[in-house]
């Protein structure tokens, strides 16, 4: 298999990027590993991806960083398959970390791309990812951010193939449960017949603990939280696989519903106030037993 050209050609960090990361084959930290009866966990150290399998055909859901596009494809020729078995490729939101890899896999495999309805505003330039400017970090981090997201970090534009939206049941068996807050258009997909959750970066899972995504890359917090509400209502959920830290095999649904009641506990609901009483209009008898 020839590899494709570089999306950052002419992008003197980008080749400098690559050269370090796809000019020595494999990436010692891609590793992948077998989560459920039809699920398979690619580790590739700062940030995971994930394969998921329907008949004889393959879905990959996110792509790792820019340099991780021929590490996925090596990884998912150790677990026994070949690229050309992935035929779709689903991004849960468009960061770098998460899209970096999917013009090298996109070329590699010819599969097509979902993404939801709303994240498709990212990817086909409308819509610009930024740092959380109400976080202190996020001003500070600002500059450097503009130069890194042109560059190495670059999302990559382009017209997805399948645009999808909340609830929706695919053809490969996920469910698409719309995950807004870390971005607008994040999703997080269920595999409702294994109990397998693609989660994303709503949640992350580091140091044995689940937290709430960065906020110096999350703008809206409390919109997490809701996510968080709903995720915590899905049934049956044993296995997680988080954009973000090791899987939980066993008890992930309970392990996700005891964090969610500690962070985004259910919201009270007002007590609605009687109309008020227009001026010379007698209030209204109690009704006889």
Request: charge should be positive.
């Amino acid at each position: 298999m020839k590899p494709p050209r570089s999306a950052g050609k002419g992008k003197i960090l980008v080749v400098l990027v690559q050269r370090r990361y796809l000019g020595r084959g494999r990436c010692p930290l891609a590793s992948i590993r077998q989560i459920s009866e039809n699920a398979w966990h690619i580790d590739l150290g700062v940030v995971n991806a994930y394969l998921w399998r329907w008949g004889d055909h393959l879905a990959l859901i996110d792509t790792g960083m820019p340099w991780h596009g021929r590490q996925i494809l090596q990884a998912v020729e150790e677990a026994g398959f070949q690229a050309g078995d992935i035929k779709e490729i689903l991004i849960t939101h468009a960061d770098a970390d998460h899209a970096g890899g999917l013009k090298y896999i996109r070329e590699a495999t010819q599969a097509r791309v979902i993404v939801h309805a709303i994240e498709a505003m990212y990817f086909k330039g409308k819509w610009h990812r930024w740092p959380n400017l109400r976080h202190p970090l996020g001003i500070a981090y600002f500059p450097f951010f503009l130069i890194l997201s042109q560059t190495v970090f670059r999302i990559p534009r382009f017209r997805p193939d399948l645009l999808v939206v909340d609830e929706e049941v695919l053809e490969n068996g996920l469910q698409v449960i719309h995950t807004p807050g870390h971005t607008e258009g994040h999703m997080s997909l269920f595999a409702v017949n294994e109990g397998v959750l693609f989660v994303g970066d709503v949640i992350n899972h580091r140091g044995g603990k689940l937290s709430l995504p960065p906020a110096i890359f999350t703008p809206k917090m409390e919109v997490v939280k809701d996510s968080l509400r709903k995720i915590a209502r899905l049934k049956n959920v044993n296995v997680a696989g988080f954009g973000h830290g090791p899987v939980i095999e066993e008890g992930a649904g309970d392990k996700i519903r005891a964090f969610v009641a500690k962070v985004a506990p259910p919201r009270r609901r007002r007590r609605k106030a009687p109309p008020p009483r227009r001026a010379g209009v007698p209030r209204q008898p109690k009704a006889k037993e």
